[in-house]
């Protein structure tokens, strides 16, 4: 068995009947990074030695006969976004270029604590704003399908580390579609939580009403594992549910009997690429013959999403990047300043990209004064009306069913001087974010360029459960999940 | 004193500390006085991802102040960000709440010139205080402490609602009583548990329309309050008078120089783009919690003085005395607790108790004399144990020397008062003194004065005059002995 393409599942049992040692995997997993170089360009900081000691560890710990945790063996990346104690976290960022967190999130910890063993972190768009990676300040990160194109965004390292055999499983963030859309680039399976079912505690806020954290696998079982452990309230996060978590794990096999999947014909209009379209379509005719019901459904207010999504997004954004001022931590500029104002706006304008600027200033106008109301205030109430479509919506259906995104991976550089072309791509995963409800990507098929394409499922608040089943059982009825990069059958 | 003609408008903001012993939004202690940078966490110094959660000690403490002064207390209450760029505010914005206060209305009583007034408030609300940036120009530097970022506040917004800066010391002075008696804050304006801003404009008198308005900050001692306001008010005034124009500007109050100096502009004004705190949810006051807060409220300062006024016949210089802290009037109550009648409670404690402590710069709980003890020596009066005069004597050795008022008369002996002693003394006194005796028998009254000295001379002093009067009456009437 080779580690680095390996389920969860098997490298447990490869472990606990002694065919494999933690050692094995993390040792596996250096080699596929080192191996690649710099040319995908998926991590931005490793963390080798500390892997490795922890990988002796969990081996000594397990000869011993101790008691192990979940995740123990294997190997994680998690997304630079997510604050990782003595081990730099940048957002992708110069601003946090020489950042090391005297924290955890909670989300690390929890990984910590279950043994995983963590190889680095993981390259994305700077603050999580883009959708192509290209924004991350430390270089692109590729699509290991074709290393000519984006491999999506933000969370563009989790998706291509994870498709490329880097790791078995990893983190990123979701905000308007940050973990489906690189899921769907990079051919892997992606879950956005309910919004406030993940800590966001130690997590770097883009948009904190929408920000979530998820897991990334090459199967919906490896995803659901990783769920398992970083799911559930945390007192540290004022907006984290307290809803009792429970296992998803046990519940994955229920089956689709009698599932009505909703079909969104605002999901189905212009602009979704033909070959797109075909594979989705497919998909669900599939789950169709294998019992499940297929019911049109409408959600009218889709076409405001975008809209809404971009003046509440940048305005908690520019409030959130105010504290990169260049006083306590982060980039401070190197030149002579006359004042305090000075050295502020220096050092910002030193240490953040054009995108971040972008946003901010952005966001920084609908919050003015005057510009309130007619912004901010409105978008609030669209986005109360694009909650209640899809809750009017579950009133006919289960679970809705639409592409993750409208194309497949594009080539690099693309839409660099088009931000407005790349912001309109995420229509379809935005809605989701904006009501808070789950939702995930999974692969249903390559484009006749052999790249991925990726089938989105979104549900009511809290049904994670629902969605794991629904896409385990595709994924027991397909090999779309099975396809590897070039270069990836080793 | 306002110039003929001319009428003021005053509103104030008070911000106060509230006694907690962590900040508004993390564990990190608040406390006073540590060196720089000590009380901080990832949450004080806004390091990335970090969020907050709030302190419940807080929002009760604020509830309290809003139910004390009869405020609207809002079981739902939200927070905002107000954003500015600030070296000591660690997030680029300062959680408050905007839209939503936690209190609304509600009014300061105090006493201008013998008459009651109530000021109107706006609101309370919640809000984390900066840091702290002190400027060395010498070294040409700034630095930075977080210590005080964080800590809880509540802002009291009064309405414009004082004409004078005897009326804005007033309401400073009644609204610290209440955030001390309340428990809600030290209210220690040395420390800036309790700090003054004022709005203030003038206007000629009858006009309806309120006069530009400047706002001055940082004055932070009720000495300064009424110095900084009336010299707004005579600068607005002058400058007016002199076919001026008076600017809306944030000023400076400088206590050193005693003048306030302007600070910035209504142009140069932050727009602070509130918006609601994304990550902070609505406060939520059950209904048995909010019940809890109100129903825990202790004797307001003003109820507590008409009560003393009323129900223990004080004067009301007397009441008020006793009632200007919590501590001085729960000893006062102490005292009268031990079955001391309340105006001899109040004699002591205003002649000779917070004398003496006032004299050694002491607070009443820091009396070396309890109420108990102070209560035992005026019950040793009562009882005639002890002379006025001694009483004050022992008092004295109470205060310096921490013995009680029975371990003093105990020592130093107490007034001869057992009529059996005292008997046997005269008995004494008449047996040596036959030819006299026999004398004072016949009728010569004015011998009572000699065996009255003679007793006197044997006791060294000490026997209760009333008590040998008597003994000499009975042992010298008719007879002999």
């Known amino acids: 068995m080779n580690p680095s393409w390996a389920t969860i599942a098997d490298l447990q049992e490869a472990f606990r009947t002694g065919k494999l040692k933690a050692i094995d995997t993390v040792q596996a997993a250096f080699d596929a990074v ?77 990984l910590r604590e279950s043994d995983a063993l963590l190889i680095g972190k993981l390259n994305q768009d700077e603050f999580a704003f883009g959708s192509s990676n290209e924004s991350s300040a430390f270089g692109p990160c590729k699509n290991p399908f074709d290393r000519t194109r984006v491999p999506g965004g933000s969370s563009g390292g989790s998706a291509a580390a994870v498709a490329a055999g880097h790791c078995t499983v990893s983190l990123g963030t979701d905000t308007g579609g940050s973990i489906r859309q690189p899921a769907s680039f990079c051919g892997v399976f992606g879950l956005k939580p309910t919004y406030g079912r993940v800590s966001r505690y130690g997590v770097v806020a883009f948009a904190s009403s929408l920000d979530q954290v998820g897991p990334l696998g090459r199967t919906v079982e490896d995803a659901a594992r990783v769920f398992d452990v970083i799911g559930g309230h945390d007192p540290k996060d004022s907006t984290s549910l307290k809803t009792p978590f429970t296992s998803v794990l046990s519940t994955l096999n229920r089956g689709i009997t009698g599932l009505r999947i909703g079909v969104p014909k605002e999901y189905f209009s212009e602009g979704l690429d033909p070959s797109v379209e075909t594979s989705v379509k497919a998909a669900l005719s599939l789950m169709e013959r294998s019992g499940a019901t297929l019911v049109p459904i409408s959600l009218p207010h889709t076409r405001y999403a975008v809209a809404t999504y971009y003046v509440l997004a940048t305005a908690e954004a520019s409030s959130n990047l105010g504290r990169y001022d260049g006083v306590r931590y982060g980039h401070r500029t190197p030149r002579h300043v006359d004042s305090l104002e000075d050295l502020i706006a220096q050092s910002r304008s030193e240490g953040l990209g054009d995108e971040a600027k972008r946003r901010i200033i952005l966001g920084t106008y609908v919050l003015s004064s005057g510009y309130y109301d007619a912004y901010y205030l409105k978008a609030q109430k669209v986005r109360t009306l694009i909650k209640q479509d899809f809750e009017k919506a579950y009133a006919q259906c289960d679970i809705i069913a639409a592409a993750t995104s409208p194309v497949s991976a594009f080539p690099l550089g693309d839409h660099l001087d088009d931000p407005l072309k790349m912001y309109l791509m995420d229509i379809l995963t935005i809605p989701a974010s904006l009501a808070g409800l789950p939702c995930a990507s999974q692969a249903c098929g390559l484009d006749p360029s052999g790249l991925p394409i990726g089938l989105q499922w979104i549900a009511p608040p809290l049904q994670e459960e629902r969605i794991l089943q629904t896409a385990h059982f595709f994924e027991s009825q397909t090999d779309h999940h099975r396809h590897r990069p070039p270069g990836g059958e080793r | 004193m306002i110039p003929e003609g001319w009428e003021a408008v005053i509103g104030l903001e008070i911000h106060v500390q509230l006694a907690t012993s962590s900040k508004l939004f993390t564990s990190a202690a608040h406390r006073y006085g540590d060196s720089p940078n000590e009380n901080v966490d990832p949450v004080v110094l806004g390091m990335p991802g970090v969020l907050p959660v709030l302190n419940k000690r807080a929002v009760e403490l604020a509830m309290r102040v809003g139910f004390a002064l009869d405020c609207e207390v809002h079981q739902t209450s939200r927070f905002d960000r107000k954003h500015y760029f600030y070296a000591d505010l660690p997030k680029g914005y300062q959680i408050t709440q905007q839209l939503a206060p936690i209190c609304t209305g509600g009014a300061v009583v105090a006493t201008v010139d013998g008459v009651e007034r109530a000021f109107k408030l706006n609101r309370i609300h919640l809000e984390e205080d900066a840091g702290k940036t002190i400027h060395d120009g010498r070294r040409g530097i700034s630095l930075v402490d977080y210590n005080r970022a964080g800590v809880p506040l509540i802002e009291v917004v009064s309405e414009p609602d004082m004409r004078t800066s005897e009326e804005a010391v007033a309401f400073m002075k009644a609204l610290h009583q209440v955030v001390v008696a309340t428990g809600s804050s030290h209210g220690d304006m040395e420390k800036g548990n309790f700090r003054c801003d004022a709005n203030v404009s003038v206007r000629p008198v009858g006009q309806t329309e309120l006069g530009t308005r400047t706002e001055m900050k940082n004055i932070n001692s009720f000495r300064f309050v009424g110095r900084a306001i009336s010299s707004e008010i005579h600068r607005q005034i002058d400058l007016i008078e002199d076919g001026g124009k008076v600017v809306q500007e944030t000023r400076l109050w400088d206590d050193e120089a005693g003048m306030s100096r302007a600070m910035r502009s209504k142009e140069e004004a932050h727009d602070y783009r509130y918006f609601p705190d994304p990550d902070l949810m609505a406060v939520e006051v059950d209904d048995a919690t909010y019940e809890r807060i109100r129903s825990s409220l202790p004797e307001l300062p003003r109820a507590r003085q008409k009560r003393f006024e009323e129900e223990l016949s004080l004067s009301s210089y007397d009441a008020a005395l006793l009632t200007q802290s919590r501590a001085r009037a729960d000893y006062f109550e102490g005292v009268i607790a031990a079955g001391i009648e309340a105006k001899v409670a109040a004699n002591w404690m205003a002649g000779e108790l917070l004398g003496r402590l006032n004299k050694e710069d002491k607070d009443i709980d820091e009396s070396p004399v309890s109420a108990s003890a102070l209560a035992e020596l005026l019950r040793l009066l009562h009882e005639g144990k002890l002379s006025g005069k001694m009483g004050k004597k022992a008092f004295s050795a109470m205060m310096d020397e921490g013995v009680s008022a029975s371990a003093w008369l105990k020592s130093n002996g107490g007034q001869i008062t057992d009529p059996a002693i005292i008997a046997e003394i005269v008995e004494r006194v008449v047996a040596t003194h036959p030819g006299q005796a026999v004398e004072f028998r016949a009728g010569k009254e004015q011998l009572m004065g000699f065996f009255v000295g003679q007793v006197m001379k044997e006791t060294r002093g000490k026997a209760n005059p009333q008590a040998v009067n008597a003994a000499l009456r009975a042992a010298l009437k008719g007879g002999t002995s």
């Open chain 1, 34 to 110: 080192e191996s690649d170089g710099q040319d995908l360009n998926a991590w931005t900081a490793l963390n080798r030695d500390a892997a490795f000691e922890k990988a002796d560890a969990i081996d000594r710990r397990r000869q011993a006969g101790d008691a192990l945790g979940p995740l123990a063996g294997i190997p994680v990346g998690i997304k630079d976004m997510i604050c990782t104690r003595g081990l730099k976290t940048t957002a992708a960022s110069r601003m946090l270029e020489n950042f090391i967190p005297p924290y955890d999130a909670t989300v690390t910890s929890k």
